[in-house]
């Protein structure tokens, strides 16, 4: 889409013909008998010849810039590559490097498990006859993907570490509750504070008074609706009621705190699928078929922010130049 | 094509003296009488010897004597005295478009100095007005090689400029008390009436020879000019004119209009006019230039 910008090349035309001289057409050649010819108005003449070269210049590369800025090109410059998932086993990379013959291609950290997504967003930076590795923990995208390169995945599956939820409860009964998440952590370990903090992801108000203004959390769990009574009124789903405050999103149910197991597993199943989402699964080992007519993904911007600085500075020295020239 | 190359060299000839020479022997003879007049001829005096002289006017006695070249003075009992006039106003200096360099100043130099040189060889008196850049520089008439010389190279350095001198000046300047005189005016006259035109009325009444050359360029009688180009009076006021094929007629019947009338105005006053394209062969021109008969009293041969 943004490729489209380059149809605007034609610009570049405009000052050109700006910086065409305007010339009067005051050279006339004597001709002795003129006085019988009709009289004629001089005419403009614009000739073939450009004043202020620099400027010109100055200008054309300027608009240049930004079409090029707005085009958002991307020069293929990587060549054979192996993407490493975060976590991968460097012995394990190394060994699947040189089975696939790129011992010594580059290596590129992915920033995540999403192997897939990242190479279909930076597809254009590979070369043509790139040949790609993807090694480690790659999440498994819900189809598979139509790629322009030759890739490879070896997966390895790395073990999940149970990741770390702080739990800020304000109840009279807090042990109750420190019992039911005691109960809860095999899969999540959970860290139970009294005090919300920055990093409390659940905040289990249990109290009747409302709580302080600054009280902030994403999700509330509102065991006493006394606190609040806007809650009353609030949409349900299976007898759970949210609601979408300045303090966060409040839940509020009858059930709360869950009385037996199966109320218990509900929550935290609708807590866990709602907040934290679905870990993907690690995508088996395959060789996604090539196919060079893909469109290409997304541009990458990666020329953007020398073009940028390159678009300010060709502007400043414009205006430079153009103010010299007028004094 | 004769005519042409006659012309171009001319224009190509940068002394002016020896295209003269060129011409008048293309000419043949008739176009000037001998210089012995039999008993209208009397011996004046003796004076040196100086390049274009006739080898035959040496006196070899005296040479013998005083080992110096001297020539026979004569003295005629009638004095003809011939007056080049020519127009060096800006507009003389239209060029041909055809042959490179030639151009109306050129051609009436070239023809001018003929006229002198014909006077010179004839025994004549001949003087020189140009009209140059408003102002009419005037050479007293005289005889002889010497004569011949200075009017040359005045002629030579003469550049076409500005416009016509008023009409005051050319009083003062052709005002010739002896009679009769040949008055040979060349020039292209745009303009008339004008001083000069008003001149030689005037001096056609004092019952002078006066005797008109009007040069033109082919291009001005096809009227065939780039359309493309802007032009400009070279004695006007920078006001700019176009030509195309739509004005072309127009340009045509004014132009002829004008001349028309030029040539009317000159029979009326008995002032024999030659229109000629600078083109043609400059020894074509002088003869027909010379030979034009006056209407009642006849001309000079």
């Known amino acids: 889409m943004n490729s489209l910008w380059w149809w605007a090349l034609p610009v570049l035309l405009l000052p050109i013909l700006w910086h065409r001289q305007k010339r009067e057409q005051t050279r006339a050649l004597p001709l002795a008998t003129a006085r019988f010819l009709p009289a004629s108005k001089p005419v403009q003449l614009r000739v073939w010849r450009w004043d202020d070269v620099l400027l010109l210049i100055l200008r054309c590369v300027l608009l240049l810039a930004l079409i090029a800025l707005l085009a958002d090109p991307v020069l293929p410059w990587r060549g054979d590559s192996v993407l490493v998932v975060p976590g991968a086993d460097p012995v394990f990379v190394d060994r699947q490097a040189r089975a696939a013959g790129l011992a010594d291609a580059r290596r590129i950290d992915l920033p995540g498990r999403e192997g897939y997504r990242w190479l279909r967003e930076h597809e254009r930076e590979f070369r043509p006859q790139a040949r790609l590795l993807l090694v480690g923990d790659v999440a498994m995208p819900a189809a598979l993907p139509r790629l322009r390169h030759p890739l ?98 409040l839940w509020s149910a009858a059930w709360l705190p869950p009385q037996d197991a199966a109320a218990a597993r509900t929550m935290f199943e609708t807590w866990q699928r709602l907040h934290f989402g679905v870990r993907p699964h690690t995508a088996p080992a395959q060789a996604p078929a090539v196919d060079a007519r893909t469109p290409a993904g997304p541009d990458g911007g990666a020329l953007r922010d020398m073009l940028a600085m390159a678009l300010l500075v060709l502007f400043a020295l414009e205006r430079m130049v153009t103010h010299v020239r007028r004094r | 094509m004769a005519g042409l190359a006659s012309a171009a060299l001319a224009a190509h000839t940068g002394k002016l003296d020896l295209a003269i020479r060129h011409v008048l022997a293309g000419l043949g003879h008739g176009i000037h009488a001998g210089r012995e007049r039999g008993a209208g001829v009397e011996f004046s005096e003796y004076r040196a010897y100086a390049p274009g002289d006739e080898w035959r006017r040496v006196d070899w006695k005296l040479m013998a004597r005083a080992d110096r070249y001297y020539v026979r003075e004569a003295e005629r009992d009638s004095h003809v005295a011939v007056w080049l006039v020519l127009d060096a106003t800006a507009s003389m200096l239209e060029p041909s478009r055809s042959i490179e360099g030639l151009d109306k100043l050129g051609y009436a130099r ?22 140059e850049g408003e102002r009419a520089h005037f050479t007293p008439a005289a005889r002889g090689p010497r004569q011949l010389q200075r009017v040359l190279s005045l002629l030579e350095r003469t550049d076409a400029a500005g416009t016509m001198p008023g009409g005051e000046v050319l009083r003062a300047s052709l005002h010739f008390a002896r009679a009769p005189s040949v008055v040979c005016v060349a020039g292209d006259f745009l303009e008339w009436p004008s001083p000069l035109s008003e001149a030689m009325v005037r001096l056609r009444s004092m019952r002078h020879d006066v005797r008109a050359l009007c040069l033109q360029t082919g291009a001005e009688i096809a009227a065939s000019f780039d359309t493309r180009q802007a032009w400009r009076d070279p004695e006007g006021d920078g006001k700019l004119f176009r030509f195309g094929t739509d004005v072309r007629d127009g340009y045509a019947r004014r132009r002829d209009d004008h001349f028309a009338m030029v040539a009317q105005q000159c029979r009326s006053h008995d002032i024999p006019y030659v229109a000629a394209p600078i083109e043609r062969a400059p020894g074509g021109v002088l003869r027909a230039w010379l030979q034009a008969k006056l209407n009642a009293r006849g001309g000079r041969g």
Do not use: M, N
């Not at chain 1, 009353?232 to 966060?248: E, I």
């Open chain 1, 152 to 249: 490879t995945v070896r997966p390895q599956a790395a073990p999940v570490a149970p990741p770390e939820q702080h739990v800020a409860v304000y109840s009279r009964r807090a042990q109750e509750w420190r019992t039911l998440f005691d109960a809860l952590g095999a899969t999540q370990r959970y860290v139970i504070e009294e005090q919300a903090g920055p990093g409390t992801g659940l905040l289990i108000w249990d109290l009747p008074e409302p709580p302080p203004a600054g009280l902030r959390a994403p999700l509330w769990w509102v065991a006493d609706t006394a606190a609040f009574p806007e809650l009353q009124k609030a949409p349900q789903a299976d007898g759970l009621h949210y609601l979408d405050s300045r303090r966060g999103r």
């Open chain 2, 110 to 131: 070239l023809l001018l100095g003929c006229v002198g040189a014909i006077a010179q060889r004839q025994g004549d008196a001949f003087g020189l007005v140009v009209c």
